[in-house]
């Protein structure tokens, strides 16, 4: 399958400072790529949806102001987790797909914690 | 949004079947996925079926009926590496793909 490449795979970082995490597909062009968070023994539940070229899409009661999608190109998007808290602490994942009817694969998640 | 439900967890014994049920209510349907996920790592892909009917894929074998909105993942053979959090997920009319909250199966010698 394709690969998706998340990085960092960890981070750790102050309250109240910015994480940037990136998302990369590396052998194919990502039309369309997804964020999730994942709390502990909890779900996969949806952030926002980002195409190439455009504003991200993002779900109901995710910040939009707080959660800074840029997907500038077809191989890479970045979420940044402006003035983080230790509520933010959780695991992000990113998935990418070639378009709409085709398979997303993830990328390695990143853990988050904010002390 | 989506409905999806599947159990919370599972245990069975090595060597043994176990089966996976899933239901789901979604605004269109455009297929359903079953990923494993170990703890701390990302879901990996294990099958997708739009059709229905039965996809068999060695070990592993994925059921849909559409009409009943209905899924089950039937585990054989269970080593103990199969022990995991199962997700069902489904790619909706909007193409956005909605997780259950995933079913933990234990594998037991």
């Known amino acids: 399958g394709a690969v998706v490449s998340q990085h960092p795979s960890w981070v750790i970082c102050k309250s109240g400072t910015s994480v940037k995490i990136e998302c990369r597909s590396l052998d194919f062009q990502a039309t369309t790529m997804f964020w999730y968070r994942q709390f502990p023994k909890q779900s996969l539940m949806l952030m926002a949806t980002s195409n190439e070229g455009s504003k991200a899409t993002y779900e109901q009661g995710v910040e939009k102001d707080k959660f800074l999608i840029n997907h500038a190109s077809l191989t890479l998007s970045t979420l940044t987790v402006t003035s983080a808290h230790p509520e933010d602490s959780s695991f992000y994942i990113c998935?990418?797909?070639?378009?709409?009817?085709?398979?997303?694969?993830f990328g390695q998640g990143t853990r988050l914690t904010v002390v | 949004g989506q409905n999806i439900d599947q159990p919370t967890e599972m245990t069975a014994t090595e060597g043994a079947i176990v089966q996976i049920n899933c239901t789901y209510q979604t605004s269109g349907f455009n297929g359903l996925f079953w990923y494993q996920q170990h703890a701390g790592e990302a879901p990996t892909f294990l099958s997708y079926n739009v059709l229905d009917g039965l996809e068999e894929k060695g070990r592993f074998s994925s059921f849909l009926s559409r009409s009943k909105g209905y899924s089950y993942l039937l585990l054989k053979e269970l080593q103990m590496k199969d022990s995991a959090s199962y997700l069902c997920?489904?790619?909706?009319?909007?193409?956005?793909?909605?997780f259950g909250a995933g079913t933990t199966v234990t594998v037991r010698a």
């Open positions: 998935s990418a797909s070639e378009g709409r009817e085709t398979e997303a694969f």
């Open positions: 997920a489904v790619l909706a009319g909007d193409y956005k793909l909605s």
